[in-house]
């Protein structure tokens, strides 16, 4: 787990991107089949998100995390903790082309979930306008996020440079 330091509103957007394609990119030297071969061998899956972590004392509180996790037998524990390590320090966001078939992939989900998904959308936008936390989450999962995306996905060509720059400064 890592505490996330004060984030400006687009590194709030760029962070949840980051947490949704991370798993999916080379790492550790492996191109993006190669890992998710290594992974599938030695892990039951790896998961990155993010937590909120409200104060108990003082609702107007929290301290925004980030946490990788995953689970491995017992006998394959010696790669698992190197592997988690890995996945958030060396993930490949060189590959100009997976990214863009990633961030792709992920936009077409979200638009093809945003009838069925509209009332979660509605819920997060007003809590941005209630809480800090609330607008954090709305970054993070809302409609802001989905806008940050689609100008991602249609400025990608001119901007592939800055996304890689993004990423790998998280």
Same mark, same amino acid.
């Given at each position: 787990v890592?505490d %996330?330091?004060? %984030?400006r509103?687009?590194? %709030?957007?760029? *962070?949840? +991107?980051?947490? =949704? @394609? ?8 492996r191109?993006?089949?190669?890992? *998710?071969?290594?992974i599938?061998?030695?892990t039951?899956g790896i998961?990155?998100?993010?937590? +909120? ?5 003082d609702?107007t ?13 017992h006998r394959?524990?010696?790669?698992? +903790? ?5 996945? *958030?320090?060396?993930? !490949?966001?060189? !590959?100009?082309?997976r ?5 792709a992939k992920y ?16 819920? =997060?936008?007003?809590a941005?306008f ?7 989450g709305?970054y ?7 806008? =940050? +995306? ?6 990608? !060509? ?11 400064? @998280?």
């Amino acid at each position: 787990v890592f505490d %996330l330091p004060n %984030l400006r509103k687009q590194d %709030l957007c760029d *962070l949840s +991107l980051f947490i =949704n @394609i991370v798993t999916e990119m080379g790492c550790g030297g492996r191109d993006y089949a190669s890992h *998710l071969e290594y992974i599938e061998a030695n892990t039951g899956g790896i998961d990155v998100s993010l937590a +909120l972590n409200p104060n108990v004392a003082d609702f107007t509180s929290f301290k925004p995390s980030l946490s990788v996790r995953g689970k491995a037998l017992h006998r394959k524990a010696d790669r698992f +903790l190197p592997l988690l390590k890995e996945q *958030l320090f060396t993930a !490949d966001f060189t !590959d100009i082309t997976r990214i863009k078939e990633v961030i792709a992939k992920y936009y077409t989900g979200i638009v093809n979930s945003l009838n069925s998904n509209a009332m979660r959308y509605a819920t =997060n936008q007003a809590a941005g306008f209630v809480s800090h936390s609330g607008r954090t989450g709305n970054y993070w999962y809302g409609l802001e996020f989905y806008w =940050n +995306l689609q100008r991602w996905i249609k400025e990608f !060509d001119s901007r592939a440079d800055e996304f890689v720059e993004k990423m790998m400064a @998280i």
